[in-house]
């Protein structure tokens, strides 16, 4: 197995974070998860509490060791601790994306993970908001811009930006000043894997971009400003967890469930459908890539649809 240097737990791993930052594109997310749920399983393979403690040469040689049973049994363990379908789902997608990518450079002799089952994500509708609730949500944005605040003013574009176009909270955040085009109403979005799409947008969101850019903006550029759409108090880009505190912040002002920026996807993905567009059109909005994922919003249109019909139908 592969050296590994002195700040380095594991040589193969970081390695391996690289490929899935630089050739399959990941997300930091997805590359932190799939490192942590790794590292999980040399702890399990070495029979220690802290896989800090072993250095990188012992963890490279626990990867060489797993088996199959190994795996199966590391998979069992957890499921009876009672972890979640979701995360069990997510540590076999990890378990074999690693093996497979170790085997192919010929870091070791066999692919321990190659007949390994893939566990089944729960399958959960996604939380979607009422169409009176999303108007109130970006209703209470705007009012809440008369005091000139530009940070409310970013606020509010970026609520009518991730209703209008079912953009992930992460490509918002990675848009920048040359990516929107107001007069045509369209936004480029650089979503996972590197996969460019372009995606409309309405009258409101592009009324809330225009003020911002024209009033908000310009009071928070500084020299170390990039070219970044939405930017924070002092001038940097805006991240993350900004963006969430302010659709949280929001949905308290407004009074209604209080729904992390996610919801807002899924929202316009199921008011998209619920409105008659197609699922490969609403595929195309969103970037996944598979119509698959898509098809989960039909679910809940149907079930909205049936919890309408229960009542008000005389014959439910």
């Known amino acids: 197995m592969p050296g590994t240097d ?14 899935l930052r630089h050739e399959r594109g990941l997300s930091e997310n997805t590359v932190r998860a799939y490192r942590g749920d790794l590292l999980h399983l040399a702890t399990r393979q070495l029979g220690i509490d802290d896989v ?10 626990a990867f060489a060791t797993v088996t199959i049973a190994d795996l199966r049994a590391w998979l069992a363990a957890m499921a009876e601790a009672g972890l979640s379908r979701t995360t069990l789902a997510r540590r076999g997608a990890a378990v074999r994306s690693f093996y497979a990518w170790a085997r192919r450079i010929g870091a070791i002799p066999e692919d321990p993970a190659a007949r390994l089952g893939s566990a089944r994500p729960a399958s959960t509708l996604p939380e979607v908001l009422a169409a009176a609730d999303v108007v109130t949500l970006l209703d209470v944005a705007r009012a809440r811009c008369d005091d000139g605040d530009p940070i409310r003013l970013r606020d509010w574009a970026a609520a009518e930006l991730l209703y209008a176009t079912g953009m992930r909270v992460g490509e918002l955040v990675g848009v920048d000043v040359g990516d929107i085009d107001l007069a045509e109403r369209l936004v480029r979005v650089m979503g996972k894997g590197g996969k460019e799409r372009v995606v409309p947008f309405g009258v409101p969101a592009a009324d809330a971009v225009r003020l911002w850019l024209e009033g908000g903006r310009p009071a928070l550029l500084a020299s170390h400003s990039d070219g970044a759409l939405l930017l924070g108090r002092r001038g940097h880009r805006a991240d993350q967890r900004q963006v969430r505190e302010a659709i949280h912040a929001l949905c308290r002002a407004a009074g209604i469930a209080d729904v992390a920026p996610h919801a807002l996807r899924h929202t316009a993905a199921t008011h ?22 898509t098809q989960r919003y039909t679910h809940v249109s149907a079930e909205r649809l049936r919890a309408t019909y229960q009542l008000a139908h005389p014959r439910a």
């Open 6 to 19: 002195a700040n380095d737990v594991s040589g193969l791993l970081t390695r391996f974070e690289g490929y």
């Open 52 to 61: 800090e403690d072993a250095g990188g040469p012992d963890v490279d040689d």
């Open 272 to 293: 998209l459908l619920t409105g008659g567009s197609d699922l490969r059109s609403v595929q195309e909005v969103l970037g996944h890539a598979s119509l698959t994922t």
